[in-house]
């Protein structure tokens, strides 16, 4: 089973020296869409793209797959 890992988008952030806070302001995302982030929930691909756009990056730079063996979480 995989997993979304917002990981890569952290590493980002921090390669702009920007917060989530700036990042929701610049991308006008909602504070639910930077909750699921938080939470490695999915989000939309247009919420994605807006990212990316801001961070001046790939979308796949943004997330990534983690393998989950399955009972453990």
Do not use: Q, W
């Not at 590493?11 to 938080?38: G, N, P, V, Y």
């Amino acid at each position: 089973m995989k997993e979304i890992s917002y990981l890569p988008l952290e590493c980002e952030l921090k390669k702009h020296k920007m917060t989530k806070t700036r990042l929701k302001k610049l991308t006008k995302l909602s504070s639910t869409t930077i909750s699921k982030i938080a939470k490695d929930e999915e989000i939309s691909l247009n919420s994605l793209k807006k990212m990316a756009e801001v961070l001046d990056c790939d979308i796949s730079n943004l997330i990534e797959f983690k393998t989950i063996k399955e009972g453990v979480k």
